[in-house]
C-alpha cells in the first residue's frame, strides 16, 4: 500500500519514459479507473493508501501503446458516453466535424426523420445524429457482428434503443428505401500505409476499420455507388474523409451525380464531404 500521490507520480513517469503524451493525466485517469472513482474522488484522496497491482497492470497495457480508450473501456463522443471494444474504431474528435455538417445542412431538425449510419461501429456517429434531430429514427449497419452487438448495447445505455436499429450487413447492400441523412466513416487508410501508423492504431484497432484498399477509396466507390437509390428528396450524405482525399472522393461523387462539398476540421483538414443528389438543393 502507497499513498495515492505516489503511485500516480510513479505511473505517470513510467508513461512519460514510453512516450506517452500527457502521462500524468492518463496516470491519473488509470488510477481512477483502477480504485473504481472518479478522477475528481481522487483529486481529493491524494494520500489515501491504494494498493497498486491493478493499477501497475493498466500502467504496463498503456506503456506498451494500448490505447487509453480501449483499457477503460469507454470514450466520450459529441459529449456522450460510448462503450468501445477491440471490435471498433474508437471514435475521434474530428468525426464531430460529420455531426456539425448535418446540424448545418438541416436548420429545421424537425425535417429529419429517417438516418442511415454505414459503417456503425461504436454506433457514435448515428447516436449522435439521434440526439440532435428528435423526430429521425436511425439503422446502423456494420460489417462486424460484434461492432453492430456493441453499437446496439451503447443505444440501449444512452436511452435511444427505441429509435435505433443495428445490422451487420456488407454496406447498403441489403438495404432498400431512402433516407434524409446518410452518415459514414468508412476504412480510407491505403493498404500500404497501415504499418507505418501509430502502435495504439496499428496493433489495437480492427484493420477491417482501417483498410481502404490499394488507393484507400474502395469504400467509398461502394458507399456512393448506392447513394443515388438511398438518399431522399433533399437528403444528404457526409462521409469522413482522410487527409488529402477530398478530390479522389469528390470525383467519385460527381461520377455518381452528386454534388460535394468538403468541411473541415478543427485543424482546417478537409475532414468530411457533404454530397447531395445533383437536382436537390441544400437541406
Known sequence: MIPAEQALRRGAETLRAAGIDAPRLEARLLLAHALGITREDLLRADHRPVATDAYDVLIARRAAHEPLALILGRREFWSLDFAVSPATLIPRPESETLIEAALAAFPDRASVRSVLDLGTGTGCLLLAALSEFPAAFGIGV?????????????????G????????????????????????????????????????????????????????????????????????????????????????????????????????????????????????????
Not at 456494420?142 to 444512452?158: G, H, Q, S
Not at 476504412?187 to 489495437?204: F, K, N, Q, R, S
Open 160 to 283: 435511444l434503443a427505441g429509435r435505433a436499429a443495428f445490422l451487420a450487413g456488407d454496406w447498403a447492400a441489403a438495404l432498400g428505401g431512402t433516407f434524409d441523412l446518410i452518415l459514414s466513416n468508412p476504412p480510407y487508410i491505403a493498404t500500404e500505409d497501415l504499418a507505418g501508423l501509430m502502435p495504439e492504431v496499428a496493433a489495437h484497432e480492427p484493420s477491417s476499420a482501417l483498410d481502404g484498399g490499394a488507393d484507400g477509396n474502395d469504400a467509398y466507390r461502394r458507399i456512393i455507388a448506392d447513394l443515388p437509390r438511398l438518399l431522399a428528396l433533399g437528403g444528404v450524405a457526409i462521409v469522413e474523409l482522410g487527409a488529402g482525399q477530398a478530390e479522389s472522393v469528390s470525383v467519385l461523387a460527381r461520377a455518381a451525380g452528386l454534388r460535394s462539398d468538403p468541411r473541415a476540421d478543427l485543424a482546417g483538414i478537409p475532414r468530411a464531404l457533404v454530397l447531395r443528389s445533383g437536382g436537390s438543393q441544400p437541406g
Open 142 to 158: 456494420d460489417r462486424v457482428p460484434e461492432a453492430a452487438a456493441l453499437a446496439a448495447r451503447n443505444a440501449a445505455a444512452l
